[in-house]
C-alpha cells in the first residue's frame, strides 16, 4: 500500500512537471527549437568535406608536365581557379589576401625533378588539411606509387555521418541538463517551492518525479533526429535500433542527476541555465565529436574518460549506428555510464534533501 501511495505520488509530480514543461513557452521553445536548428545547421553546414577549394597557381616552369597538371586542376570539380600569377609577388599577395585556400607553385625544375611547392590556408586547419589531402590524391597517380582508399563504416567519408550520429547524445545532453537544471530553481523564482514542500511526496519522490520528464523529454528528441537522420539524410542504421535507444536512455538517467543537483543548488533559473551550460559545452568539446581523443594531451584524455559520460555515450552509439555492433560489443562502454548514474542520482539525493528538509 505504501509503494502504490508513492507510485501515485511520483505519477502527479511527473504529470506537474509536463505540463509546466509544456504550457511554459520559453520551454516549449527549448524542446522543439534545437532540433530544427541543429539539424539544419550540423547536417548542412557542419561538414569538413569540401565541395569548392579556391587555389593560386604560380607556373614557372612552363613545360608540358606543369601544363598537364594544370588542366587537370581546371577540369576537377573539386577545384576552382581563383588566380593565376605569373611572379612570386603575385603569388605571394594572393595567398596573403585569402584568395585561395591552397596555392601551388610550380617551380623552373620541375619538369626534371617534379617537385611541387604547396602552401595552405591554416587559418583553418581542417579545411587546410582536406584540401592538401584531396591535392595529394590527385597528384599521386604521377608517380610510381599508387594508393587505393578505402574507408570503413562511412564509406563515402562524409562528416555528416559521423556528426548527425553523434549529435543524437549530444543534444540530448542539453536538453537533460537544461529542463532538469530548471526544475527547482523555476520554482523557486515562481514562489512555487514552499507549495512543493507541503506535499506528502518526500525528497526521494520529489526526486524521481522531477527526473522522469527531463528523460523522458530528451529521450523522444533523440528519437526524432534519429528519425531525420535515418529518412531525411539517408543515414543508414547498421545495427538495432533497439539497443541503441537502449544507450540513449542509459546516457539521459546517467547524466540526469547533474542537472538536478544543479537545479538543488541553484537559487535563481538563469544559474542554472549558465551553470547547465558551463557543464555540457566542455563535455561536448571534449568527448570526441569535434576532434578526435587521440589528438589531446595524455592527461587530458585520462579526464575525460574518468569524468565525461559523453564520450563513452557516442562511442557506443556510433559502433552500432555505423559499424553494427551488438550488445558484447559495447557492453563495456555502458559500465561507466551506469557509474555515472549510481554517483550523480544519489549525490542529487543528497542536496534535495539538504535544501528540502
Known amino acids: 500500500m505504501r509503494f502504490k501511495n508513492s507510485v501515485l505520488r511520483i505519477l502527479a509530480l511527473v504529470k506537474k512537471e509536463c505540463l509546466m514543461m509544456w504550457l511554459d513557452k520559453g520551454t516549449r521553445k527549448i524542446l522543439i ?24 597557381l604560380l607556373d614557372e616552369s612552363h613545360s608540358v608536365q606543369s601544363l598537364r597538371l594544370s588542366l587537370r586542376l581546371e577540369h576537377n570539380h573539386l577545384f576552382t581557379l581563383a588566380q593565376k600569377c605569373i611572379s612570386q609577388d603575385c603569388f605571394v599577395t594572393a595567398m596573403n589576401e585569402g584568395q585561395g585556400l591552397v596555392g601551388l607553385h610550380l617551380p623552373p625544375d620541375f619538369d626534371s625533378t617534379g617537385d611541387i611547392y604547396l602552401i595552405t590556408d591554416a587559418r583553418n586547419t581542417a579545411a587546410a588539411n582536406t584540401a592538401a589531402f584531396y591535392l595529394n590524391s590527385m597528384l599521386t597517380p ?4 599508387r594508393i587505393n582508399y578505402r574507408f570503413y563504416f562511412n564509406e563515402h567519408n562524409l562528416t555528416r555521418y559521423t556528426i548527425l550520429s553523434s549529435m543524437i547524445l549530444a543534444l540530448s545532453l542539453i536538453q537533460v541538463l537544461l529542463l532538469s537544471a530548471l526544475t527547482v530553481a523555476r520554482e523557486r523564482e515562481d514562489g512555487n517551492f514552499d507549495m512543493l514542500l507541503m506535499t506528502p511526496a518526500n525528497s526521494a519522490e520529489i526526486l524521481v518525479g522531477k527526473a522522469l520528464p527531463p528523460a523522458v523529454a530528451a529521450f523522444m528528441q533523440s528519437l526524432i533526429l534519429f ?23 542509459v546516457f539521459d538517467l546517467a547524466v540526469v542527476g547533474v ?58 552509439l556510433q559502433r552500432i549506428y555505423l559499424e553494427g555492433a551488438c550488445f558484447a560489443d559495447i557492453w563495456y562502454l555502458l559500465l561507466p555510464l551506469i557509474g555515472c548514474a549510481f554517483i550523480t542520482m544519489p549525490v542529487a539525493m543528497y542536496l534535495f534533501r539538504h535544501h528540502l528538509d
Open 33 to 56: 527549437v534545437p532540433i530544427i536548428v541543429q539539424c539544419i545547421v550540423f547536417g548542412y553546414g557542419a561538414s569538413f568535406n569540401l565541395s569548392h577549394v579556391p587555389y593560386v
Open 259 to 316: 542537472g538536478l543537483a544543479v537545479s538543488a543548488i541553484a537559487r535563481t533559473a538563469q544559474q542554472a541555465l549558465i551553470s547547465a551550460f558551463i557543464i555540457a559545452l566542455p563535455c561536448i568539446i571534449l568527448s570526441g565529436l569535434i576532434t578526435p581523443l587521440a589528438a589531446m594531451p595524455e592527461a587530458l584524455q585520462f579526464l575525460v574518460k574518468a569524468i565525461n559520460p559523453l564520450y563513452y555515450g557516442i562511442e557506443a
Open 142 to 145: 604521377d608517380t610510381a606509387t
Open 227 to 249: 528519425l531525420i537522420c535515418r529518412f531525411y539524410f539517408g543515414i543508414e542504421l547498421k545495427g538495432s535500433v533497439f539497443l541503441l535507444f537502449g544507450v540513449v536512455a
